[in-house]
């Protein structure tokens, strides 16, 4: 039964459906810059580290991957270290203790200033984002020179917002309201017929405004 229905559907005028395959080419449509300094060549988390970026600050919870050199077998190593934009979670369970001068109220004897000894640790915070700002991987390299800069530099712009604009509709509206109606916003609340959606009289004051002004 099965051979008489396949002879069947080869004689069938319906074309087959020929899917095309997917392109695993990645389209970078978010950042021009990123686009331009990309590599289609390598993977996702290479280009990453290429442009000393980070995907998530949170630690990986899938497998690492291990590039010859870069393979570290310290199984003392947390994935907190080996990953060095990782955010750390966790509570420190002991603090070293510094010496530090303290400087009182003479009267009251409140603590008025800290003034700790110049630290010798680069990144005393650990911050992870600092080794970023430094130049990430600066062994590495996969790692691209200069994209930071210019990411931080278009990060700094300020963004013009464009103000609304009111479209031809809106516009044919307003002015059958003001013909009708002239300054009376009361009774242009109360017309179900000019204002099906019961606009408010500060909004309907609002888009005169605003009208007037673009007429003007």
Known sequence: MGRELQKKK????IPKVKHKPKSKRLQVLGNATVAANWD??????????RLGLTSKLNARTGGIERLGSQVNNDPHLTVRAKDRLSVNSEL?????????????????????RVFHPHST???????PLDEVLQGYDDDDPLVLKGIIPALEEQASMEIKK????QSKREKDWISDLVKKYGEDFSHMTKDRKLNPYQQSEGDLRRRVRIWREKRN
Do not use: H, K, M
């Open 10 to 13: 080869n004689r069938s005028s």
């Open 40 to 49: 289609q060549s390598l993977t996702l988390s290479q280009n990453y580290r």
């Open 92 to 112: 420190p369970t002991s603090i070293a203790p510094i010496e530090a001068r303290i400087e009182r109220d003479p009267s009251t004897g409140a603590i008025l």
């Open 121 to 127: 640790i680069p990144n005393p915070l650990d911050d």
């Open 162 to 165: 464009r103000p609304r604009q």
